[in-house]
């Protein structure tokens, strides 16, 4: 009886954990933004003009949407937004209250359903994939042995989250890849992170990963209707090619200099190929 009885503790604190697990590292927790990660000030610069500034914290893009106004692209840094003359009588928008929200990302311009992505595994390492029931928008459960590494899927720089074991990297093209479940995280915010490079260990039930991107088409004139995000899979690098894999099918993955190389500059590309001498 006593047997039964611990079982059943061990069994419900193993769910506990799991649930625990699973909340702190969620799709709609990583979205999340940190607080006071972006300010506003009204500052005089060296022109004696009146500027609006908005100073984002993190180290990826925001979408400050404005209704019925106009809405602006917050890059890491100081933003002005908004400036008057020394002596105008510019009518000023942000005088009166607005409804206003930010939202991680902006829109892609340059977005390529068919830009290839690695396996999160090593070069020549195999893996499957099935969705991951626990989120609500399409997000990949990779199937991976706890403690396995996990390599980064495309090049891109880490953002800020709200949990150390949170990862959210976002890429060239303004897309997102957000990687869930594990149980370690080796990437700082800030930090630029190369396609095939190991991010952190996989968790009990291996590494669950979500593409997307702030969908312009779900904005207009008023608040968007519900979720703001479009999520996509991806084609990825296989030994059968660059390709649309199929749920629950086993792929050896191909990490080679031309997908490491995609989302650098020429000039990176030369020194990239000079080290490797």
Known sequence: MNCKYDTLLLLIAMFTLSASQTSAQSLRQILERPINIIESKWEINTQEAEELNYYNGDYCDYYLFRKNDRSYNLRPGKNTVFSILKNSHVDNPFKNPSTYIFYRGQFPEKFQINTPYALPVKNGGKTSWKID?????????????????????????????????????????????????????????????????????????????????????????????????????????????????????????????????????????????????
């Open 133 to 277: 029931l626990r989120e609500s928008r399409k997000t990949l459960n990779f199937q991976l042995k706890s403690g396995d590494t996990v390599y980064a899927t495309r090049s891109g720089i880490a953002c800020q989250t709200t949990r150390p074991l949170q990862l959210l990297i976002y890429h060239s093209d303004r897309t997102f890849a957000a990687y869930l479940m594990m149980n370690q995280n080796f990437i700082h915010p800030g930090e630029e992170v190369l396609v095939g490079q190991p991010v952190g260990l996989a968790g009990e039930m291996g590494v669950s990963i979500s593409y997307f991107f702030l969908d312009k088409n779900k904005f207009n004139a008023n608040l968007p209707s519900g979720y703001p995000y479009s999520h996509f899979t991806p084609v990825f690098r296989t030994t059968e090619g660059d390709i649309k894999t199929k749920e629950k099918k086993e792929y050896y993955s191909v990490i080679d200099d031309a997908l490491i190389m995609q989302d650098m500059s020429k000039r990176e590309q030369k020194k990239y190929l000079k080290k490797k001498k």
